[in-house]
Nanobody, 124 residues
Framework: QLQFVNSGGGLVQSGGSLRLSCAASGFTFNYYAIVWFRQAPPGKEREEIACINSRDGSTDYKESVKGRFTISRDNAMSTAYLQMNSLKPADTGVYYC????????????????RGQGTLVTVSS
């Protein structure tokens, strides 16, 4: 059964840091690229903010988080991470991870389980 357990969210002041974790199971983690999404308050479309491929660990970031966020993965633990620094109020939202059904960070198809994110709130 496909599962992603997201954790590490919380309330933080502007300029602060958080580290999110995503423990995955139900598929061969090290075969697939992993992405982090951010879902801002209801009604706004989700954003894919970071991705890490499974071949060489290459990463892609949404422009608004480049230089502040770092995605990483531990294949032995089937876990992905998102280190978030210099947080801004605009970073507020529910964060959750998913996998591309292939090794690289391309396309818009995902293996995912909706509704299991972790809330990040950045106060000004």
């Amino acid at each position: 059964q496909l599962q992603f357990v997201n954790s590490g969210g919380g309330l933080v002041q502007s300029g602060g840091s958080l580290r999110l974790s995503c423990a995955a199971s139900g598929f061969t983690f090290n075969y697939y690229a992993i992405v982090w999404f951010r879902q801002a308050p209801p009604g706004k479309e989700r954003e894919e903010i970071a991705c890490i491929n499974s071949r060489d660990g290459s990463t892609d970031y949404k422009e608004s988080v480049k230089g502040r966020f770092t995605i990483s993965r531990d294949n032995a633990m089937s876990t992905a991470y998102l280190q978030m620094n210099s947080l801004k109020p605009a970073d507020t939202g529910v964060y959750y991870c998913a996998a591309h059904p292939h090794s690289d960070c391309s396309g818009d198809r995902y293996l995912e389980v909706r509704g299991q994110g972790t809330l990040v709130t950045v106060s000004s």
